[in-house]
């Protein structure tokens, strides 16, 4: 099965494991787009349609987002808190997909409002195989959530090319990748 116009967002600080994980998603059947930002800011700035991100045709919301812990600039904790305070992005289900797999890290982004919890696995087939049941279960199974106020252009009503951005966390000096969950 192709699954076309299905906007998945990567948030991967990691290159490589976002090149293999776009590349797993393309080989079981995402054709278009796969989108990858590299930080937590990138991601709001991303799902905010600010910037570079003005253009809902090339840059359209996700269905789904992949978010890894590790970020630099806007930890996971905060880029996922701010999300689930955005009246119209709460409902946009988040795939933690990451190396780390701790309970206490497990727990902490259940609580903050993630979806699913998955380790990357170290061997790229593992990966296809992942990405197979994640799509096969997020894409086609899985009755999607309408954001608040979604167009079916991928644009908000209202609010012109984007979602506006509120509740911002303050980043203290230092946090990002290292600050504690």
């Known amino acids: 099965m192709s699954f076309v116009n299905h906007t998945i967002l990567i948030v991967d600080n990691d290159p490589d494991h976002a090149h293999f994980t776009a590349l797993a998603l393309q080989k079981v059947g995402v054709i278009t787009p796969v989108q990858t930002v590299s930080d937590g800011e990138e991601a709001i700035s991303y799902l905010s349609g600010e910037g570079a991100y003005r253009d809902r045709e090339s840059t359209p919301l996700p269905v789904l987002m992949l978010l890894d812990l590790k970020l630099p600039r806007l ?10 305070k955005q009246p119209e992005l709460s409902r946009l289900p988040v795939i933690v997909l990451t190396q780390a797999g701790e309970s206490s890290l ?16 170290a061997a790229f ?12 279960y997020w ?36 946090a ?4 504690k969950p």
């Not at 497990?106 to 696995?121: F, I, T």
């Not at 894409?139 to 009503?157: E, F, H, I, M």
């Open 106 to 121: 497990v727990n902490r982004a259940y609580e903050l409002g993630c979806n699913s919890y998955l380790v990357k696995p």
């Open 176 to 179: 990002g990748s290292d600050a």
């Open 139 to 174: 894409l086609n199974l899985n009755a999607a959530p309408q954001l608040c106020g979604a167009t079916g252009s991928g644009r908000l009503a209202g609010t012109g090319t984007g979602v506006a951005r509120t509740d911002l966390p303050d980043i203290a000096a230092g």
């Open 75 to 84: 930890s996971w904790v905060e880029l996922l808190s701010w999300l689930r």
């Open 125 to 136: 087939n593992a990966l296809l195989v992942m990405m197979q049941g994640l799509v096969q």
